[in-house]
């Protein structure tokens, strides 16, 4: 099946600084690929929808200026949490849709910490 | 507002019972509807899709059920086994985007 990496899986990061998460497909291209935050025992939010050589498109309610997601090739997007806080210390996964049934394929997943 | 329910709390069978999973939807009207599993602090697997024409989908141990009257799926895994506990989460097409919306999720735990 398909394959999604992050990195890192974990980071702790002191507040005021940023934080840039990776999420590559391994085995596939991806034109489009998602970026989600979840809390615990809550639903994934989707935050924004990232664009291969375009700029991403944001949910309601997300910050784009705080959220950058750069999506410089076809395998790879990037997420910056910008002067990060401790309100931002969250799970954040990364996906890509492949297939005619559109389903999604997950990352790992990032355990972001900012003390 | 389209919404999606899930039961919050969690499910506890024994194993080698049939554990039933249930995902309501309200202001939908799905072309699709999807089954995710997550462990904890991981990513969700994809595992199963069912459309709207159909009423039952199996894969292995795997049952789903789609009824677009009642508004509901339901998610059945046959001779449960602790290798199944984790959250089962359930996706819907987005009304006219290509994009699912997730639900919260069910707890399934499985004891030896």
């Known amino acids: 099946g398909a394959v999604v990496s992050q990195h890192p899986s974990r980071v702790i990061c002191k507040s005021g600084t940023s934080v840039k998460i990776e999420c590559r497909s391994l085995?596939?291209?991806?034109?489009?690929m998602f970026w989600y935050r979840q809390f615990p025992k809550q639903s994934l939010m989707l935050m924004a929808t990232?664009?291969?050589?375009?700029?991403?498109?944001?949910e309601q309610g997300v910050e784009k200026d705080k959220f950058l997601i750069n999506h410089a090739s076809l395998t790879l997007s990037t997420l910056t949490v910008t002067s990060a806080h401790p309100e931002d210390s969250s799970f954040y996964i990364c996906?890509?849709?492949?297939?005619?049934?559109?389903?999604?394929?997950f990352g790992p997943g990032t355990r972001l910490t900012v003390t | 507002s389209q919404k999606i329910e899930q039961n919050s709390e969690a499910l506890n069978i024994q194993e080698g019972k049939t554990a039933t999973l249930t995902c309501n939807y309200t202001?939908?009207?799905?072309?699709?509807l999807q089954w995710y599993r997550q462990d904890p602090g991981r990513g969700p697997v994809f595992l199963l899709l069912?459309?709207?024409?159909?009423k039952e989908k199996r894969k292995e141990r795997l049952k789903v059920t789609f009824d677009t009257t009642l508004k509901q799926s339901l998610f059945h895994i046959t001779a449960s086994q602790p290798a199944d506990s984790a959250t089962y989460l359930c996706?819907?097409?987005?009304?006219?985007?290509?994009?699912?919306?997730f639900g919260r999720g069910t707890s399934l735990i499985v004891h030896p």
């Open positions: 085995d596939f291209q991806a034109t489009t």
């Open positions: 996706a819907l097409d987005g009304g006219g985007s290509y994009i699912p919306t």
């Open positions: 990232s664009n291969e050589g375009s700029k991403a498109t944001y």
């Open positions: 202001n939908y009207s799905p072309a699709y």
């Open positions: 996906s890509a849709m492949r297939g005619a049934d559109n389903e999604q394929y």
């Open positions: 069912i459309r709207e024409n159909e």
